[in-house]
């Protein structure tokens, strides 16, 4: 957050951007309710005339809104990250353990001689490294 860059060109592309946003607002509005879209309207437009003539004046929406977006962020983040290990991974593990899938192996066998898995041995090639993944 403290590397926010507010430089002319950011600025200016902030503007046209949220007037791109408020002018597709104000075409839905007309399109399904009919509505008077006389407010978005002008917010799209004065949007659009400062991000020309003054950027520096949307200096203030600007960090106010990236510090908006970088809080929304923070909180989907642990969001769409708990909703998936609850949603998703915890039923996969329950159902692996009811039918008892071991794919770490770490069940102790006592007819194993040894837990070590032998691996071939490969000849040194360099094009090995050359795409690893």
Do not use: C
């Not at 309207?41 to 020309?52: E, H, K, Q, R, Y």
């Not at 203030?60 to 949603?87: E, Q």
């Amino acid at each position: 957050m403290e590397m926010l860059k507010t430089n002319r060109q950011n600025l200016k592309k902030f503007g046209i951007t949220m007037s791109a946003a408020f002018a597709v607002i104000t075409t839905l509005i007309f399109l399904r309710h009919r509505y008077s879209i006389v407010p978005t309207f002008v917010i799209s437009a004065s949007f659009l005339l400062i991000s020309f003539i003054a950027p520096f004046v949307l200096r203030p929406v600007y960090v106010i809104w990236m510090k908006l977006a970088f809080i929304l962020s923070w909180i989907n983040t642990r969001l769409i990250l708990s909703a998936m290990f609850y949603l998703v991974l915890t039923p996969i593990g329950v159902i692996l353990r009811l039918f008892g899938v071991d794919f770490l192996h770490r069940k102790l066998e006592k007819s194993r001689e040894s837990y070590w898995i032998k691996i071939e041995k490969k000849g040194f090639n360099p094009l090995d490294y050359e795409r690893q993944f």
